[in-house]
């Protein structure tokens, strides 16, 4: 693009613009800190107009419907329509008790009555209102059921959709569907979408775990609880189309949230601001906050809702366990005293988990140790020492007596509830592991570790069966779903690098193709043997090629050269004794390499590097490789180039062509050096022979 137009009319800095909505008048309007309006005329490239009047920065800027009408809102929380032909001030309103960072005009068409023109505006506060003007007043209506949960940023309003948007200061974009009111009420707003685009970093999620109504809670840098739903094709007018994935943001805690914990339709949530809160959704899909728990004097670390819902426990930098009573079907809007408290560790605890018989309770600590605790009376059952440094997190069996910890020694340690005795230690992070959950029935456990990477280990082994690097920084966040509504398992992860990463358990399909694999490769080596029975070397090559049997294509193109006796070959041509003339297998060998070349170029020539570096083989890779450079054409280098470049970026390999054709090079002028010194030495063979009357002259290979 290029510069169009420049105008130099405030003194200091532009705090907004924004374009007149009638492309044919081209008139952009700007306000800067001199506290000034100015109105420039983009075809003359002057400015037309001056408007003074505020007596603090112009925060947002609108058009009347008509665009005669400019509407401005500034911090001096005064609202001030604009004549843009008479170049005056029409109108000076007071504005809501707040900084004003957004303004929208909304007109919707009356039935058999006049239009009606509502202003929108959005602030600090997070509430819209609503205003109307009447004569030289204005009535308002505030919008606070709407549950922004930041400061309002932008407002947009979709006249085609009958949609506001709004922007809050956490870049979360809140669609409402504007719907008329009765006669002369104002609108009403109905939530239909959210998207939440800044999560920063992900501290805690759960699953649903509720069939009926997959959800899952994440807890961000924020004092809102988001609350996501995964997209689903639904059928709409006959067509089957894909619902947006939606996101709500639940408002109550006043600082950061640490954990949450999900049973069914209830979420808990612990935060910083030295509380718990129990959220619940409705049949209709509407959330609530159940019961407000007060009694931590310190941040709320983690806690665990019982699958009972008949009580839960915390954990905070109080050093206290907690426990509370919980009741689901007369709830109090605020608990102030928790039904048993003890202090647990010496230091921060960072984790508490409760046994899937709710008979135990866990928590770990910066102290090193892990303590079991009874569920009922929270009497010390058990202390686990073992980690060098802090434990971050542990995870019961879902089956067996056996409990997993994750430690800031980067290591993962399986302990049994019997005595207490680590029966396993897994190695394999670089640094602190964060999260970790048993996953298949207990067979398996997931870990999360400060080096982005997820791990998984197998019990009975103890060892790690895979890694998954997706994650850039620390990942604070793990979950499990062994078995959501479509019957897959499935893995939710989230990091300090702001990213949620949903995983689909593949090991079933991956079996089924181990296997479908496993059974077309049988078919393909005894396709491959048949083809060699009947000499049909040049078929059996390709197959062994295309089948990916290295050894194989070695063996085929070794039978394939055998039977030529070698007698094209440029390294061995002048060793060939006289003799019936063998046959011409050049136009077979060029065959097999043109094909190879044709289907996988990358392979084929990674084969022909591997050969040519072992001494067994070289013999192979210079003939296929004198075939495959005398048909490339010199002036196509540079696609050929480009065809390895996307072969290696598709192998994940490092090194480019220009690398290969040196390796190649280097190999083959010590092949070549070695076939020179058994030349030389054959002539000394040949000597003796010929000296010890062996050889008549007549039977020298090298004539004197």
């Given at each position: ?7 130099k ?8 613009v ?5 492309a ?6 700007s306000?800067?800190?001199?506290l ?8 003359m ?10 007596t603090?920065y112009?925060a ?12 401005t809102?500034a ?9 843009l ?9 007071p504005?809501?008790?707040e900084?004003?960072?957004?303004l ?32 030289r007043?204005a ?20 006249k ?11 870049q979360?974009?809140?669609f ?24 920063d970093?992900?501290?805690d ?19 809102a ?8 094709p ?13 996101t709500l943001l639940?408002?109550g ?10 049973r ?8 910083k601001d ?8 409705s ?12 009694g931590?004097t ?44 003890i ?5 921060d ?13 866990a ?21 686990l020492?073992?980690?060098?440094r ?11 007596k ?8 980067a ?7 019997d ?13 602190s592991?964060?999260?970790l959950?048993?996953l298949a029935?207990?067979?398996?456990v997931?870990?999360?570790?400060a080096?982005?990477?997820?791990k ?35 893995v ?41 029975r009947?000499?049909k070397?040049?078929?059996a ?9 290295t ?25 060939v004794?006289?003799?019936?003339p063998?046959?011409d ?12 070349a ?9 084969i ?13 890779a210079?003939?296929l490789?004198q ?15 480009q065809q ?5 970026e ?15 090079l ?39």
């Open positions: 693009g290029y510069q169009t137009h420049l105008f009319a405030h003194r200091g800095g532009v705090r907004s924004t374009f007149h909505p009638d044919r008048k081209l008139l952009l309007v306000a800067g800190e001199d000034l309006v100015k109105v420039h005329d983009l075809v490239n002057t400015c037309v107009a001056s408007l003074p009047g505020h603090s112009v947002a800027m609108a058009f009347s419907a008509e665009g005669a009408k400019l509407i809102a911090n001096d929380r005064e609202l001030r329509i604009w004549d032909r008479g170049r005056r001030c029409l109108l000076t309103l504005v809501p008790a900084d004003v960072h957004a929208a005009l909304v007109k919707i068409k009356g039935q058999g009555q006049p239009d009606a023109v509502f202003l929108f505006v959005g602030g600090t506060s997070g509430v819209l209102t609503a205003m109307v003007v009447r004569g007043g009535e308002e209506k505030k919008y606070e059921d709407l549950h922004i949960p930041a400061a309002v940023s932008k407002l947009f309003y979709l085609r959709k009958r949609t506001l948007v709004v922007v809050d200061a956490e979360s974009i809140i409402f569907k504007v719907e008329p009111g009765t006669g002369e009420e104002f609108p009403r707003l109905r939530r239909i979408h959210c998207v939440a685009a800044n999560y970093d992900v501290i999620l759960r699953f649903s775990r509720s069939p009926s109504f997959p959800f899952y809670a994440v807890a961000t840098n924020s004092p609880l988001r609350v996501a739903f995964p997209g689903h639904a059928k709409e007018n006959g067509q089957v189309t894909a619902r947006y994935r939606d639940l408002s805690h006043t600082d950061i949230i640490m954990a949450v914990d999900s069914g339709d209830y979420i808990l949530s612990a935060s030295n509380t718990l809160r129990l959220w619940r959704v049949e209709d899909g509407t959330w609530a906050c159940l019961t407000t728990f007060r931590h310190a941040s709320v670390t983690s806690c665990s809702l019982a699958p009972s819902l008949l009580f839960c426990v915390s954990v905070a930098n109080d050093m206290t366990l907690k426990r509370w009573a919980v009741n689901i079907d007369d709830p109090a809007a605020d608990v102030r005293s928790a039904t048993r408290t202090v647990a560790h010496d230091k605890v960072n984790c508490v988990r409760l046994s899937p018989n709710e008979a135990l309770i928590t770990s600590s910066l102290d090193k140790t892990i303590k079991l605790w009874v569920a009922d009376t929270l009497t010390l059952h058990m202390v020492s073992g980690h060098k802090g434990v971050w997190d542990v995870s019961f069996s879902p089956v067996e056996l409990l997993a910890s994750a430690g800031a020694d290591q993962v340690k399986l302990w049994s509830l005595d207490g005795s680590c029966v396993a230690t897994l190695e394999g992070h670089l640094t592991v964060l999260k959950s048993f029935a207990g067979l398996e997931l870990s999360a570790g080096d982005g990477l997820l998984l280990w197998n019990v009975k082994k103890s060892t790690c069966v895979a890694t998954f690097p997706r994650h850039d920084d620390k990942v604070w966040a793990l979950d499990v779903l062994d078995e959501d509504e479509d019957g897959r398992r499935r939710l992860s989230g990091g300090a690098d702001a990213r949620i990463v949903l995983w689909d358990d593949v090991t079933a399909e991956e079996e089924a193709k181990k296997r479908e694999q496993t059974k077309e490769l049988v078919l393909a080596q005894q396709k491959y043997y048949n083809l060699l009947e000499r070397y040049l078929d090559a390709k197959l062994a090629f295309d089948t990916r049997m050894k194989s294509f070695a063996q085929a193109v070794e039978k394939l050269l055998s039977a030529s006796l070698f007698s094209r070959e440029v390294v061995y041509a002048d060793l004794t006289a003799g019936p063998a046959p297998m050049s136009g077979e060998i060029n065959e097999l390499v043109q094909s190879c044709n289907s996988r170029l990358g392979d084929f020539l990674t022909l590097r591997d050969w040519n570096t072992t001494a067994r083989y070289s013999r192979l210079q003939t490789l075939s495959f450079l005398s048909n490339v054409d010199p002036l196509a280098m540079d696609e050929l180039k390895w470049k996307k072969a290696a598709e192998r994940k390999e490092s090194m480019t062509f220009d690398k290969l054709i040196e390796v190649l280097v190999y083959s002028e010590r092949h070549l050096a070695r076939v020179r010194r058994f030349h030389k030495r054959a002539f000394y063979l040949d000597f003796f022979l010929h000296r010890a009357s062996l050889l008549d002259e007549s039977e020298l290979l090298f004539k004197p």
